[in-house]
């Protein structure tokens, strides 16, 4: 029963001699056979870790070639077979600026591929609107992408990315404003702009990353605005900094005996009174004054003021809006 089991496994069996000497001389003669074995494997490894390590160090240029050739191919797909099945002929549309580096592209590959026939591009007359092209840089790209993201234009309709550069990242910040935020998002943004170079060759796979790292201007003009809108509310992590000094003072109250010792003890809640003299020096010099961080009423105030605020703002955005449009219909 037990043979039968080995033989299944296909195990090798080995006669079993009566004699030490004899069984001495198979466990020498096995022995020296996994050591061979046991050489050979390691040599196998050796090779094929060159070989891998070998592969690794071109293995982003067949990437690159295999990409190329598929793009290629994809291209050639596209085309058609002239009547006599020998040239491909291709309709694309073209801007009239690129047609002279269009030529200049085709000529320089028919030399390059030593062709009979040289290729060569004919304009055709068409009705069909074209279709839209923009042209963008890697500034500009993550504004066109969330413009895009709406819905592309029509051909030569005014296209709003230009004044989205301004517009997101303000209304953002309108929203958001606050010195130390927009200081953090500043600073992660410029860190990825600096080594954007270096963070374009790792091509990491990593979605959330890729899509920080595609609006890293964008977070960079959402976090200087920030720090604009965040001065303006005086507002850094939710405290407020007395960078000019207020332009209200408390000690003129007991000066003019308005207050004493005994009305801040007895009175929980006490008014400032602008119309006495030294009380209210003028207005803060820029934002908001950092003493509305001590009033009861401080909520209030800002909401009311931001509210205002971005109602104006928004008015003027949907108006500027409008005004576009009309651009377009004309």
């Known amino acids: 029963m037990s043979v039968s089991v080995v033989l299944s496994y296909h195990c090798h069996l080995y006669p079993h001699p009566e004699n030490d000497e004899e069984r001495a001389d198979v466990l020498d003669s096995l022995r020296t056979r996994i050591q061979d074995l046991n050489n050979v494997l390691h040599r196998t490894e050796d090779y094929l870790k060159q070989v891998l ?56 590959g028919s030399s390059k591929g030593d062709a009979t026939v ?9 009705t069909d609107t074209p279709p839209t092209l923009s042209r963008t840089n890697k500034f500009t790209s993550g504004f066109q ?18 004044f989205t550069i301004i517009t997101f990242p303000f ?37 959330i990353w890729t899509t920080f790292f595609n609006g890293r201007y964008i977070i960079l003009m959402m976090g200087i605005f920030s720090i604009y809108t965040g001065l303006i509310y005086n507002d850094c992590f939710s405290k407020s900094l007395n960078i000019f000094g207020s332009s209200w003072s408390v000690k003129a109250m007991f000066t003019n005996q308005q207050w ?42 800002l909401n009311s003021y931001k509210m205002k ?22």
């Not at 040289?118 to 068409?126: D, L, T, Y």
Request: some cysteine; charged content about 15%.
């Open 53 to 108: 390590q070998k592969a690794s160090e071109s293995a982003f240029t067949w990437v690159v070639h295999v990409k190329k050739m598929k793009a290629i191919y994809h291209i050639l797909n596209l085309c058609s077979f002239d009547v006599t099945n020998k040239c491909l002929i291709a309709e694309v549309w073209c801007p009239v600026s690129d047609l002279a580096n269009l030529r200049g592209a085709l000529e320089k």
């Open 118 to 126: 040289p290729s060569f591009v004919n304009r055709i007359p068409s």
């Open 145 to 162: 992408s969330i413009v895009e993201a709406y819905g592309v234009g029509d051909y030569r309709e005014v296209s709003p990315a230009p």
């Open 171 to 207: 209304l953002f910040a309108v929203m958001f404003g606050d010195l130390g935020h927009g200081t953090v998002m500043s600073l992660f943004a410029l860190w990825m702009v600096l080594t954007e170079k270096k963070q374009k060759k790792k091509r990491s796979d990593n979605e």
């Open 260 to 301: 004493t010792n005994k009305t801040l003890q007895t009175n929980a809640l006490l008014t400032l009174d602008p119309n006495i003299s030294g009380v209210f020096s003028g207005s803060y010099p820029f934002g908001i004054d950092p003493i509305w961080n001590l009033a009861v009423n401080r909520l209030s105030f």
């Open 309 to 330: 605020m971005s109602v104006i703002i928004g008015v003027i955005h949907m108006s500027f809006g409008v005004v576009l449009s009309v651009f377009n219909h004309l």
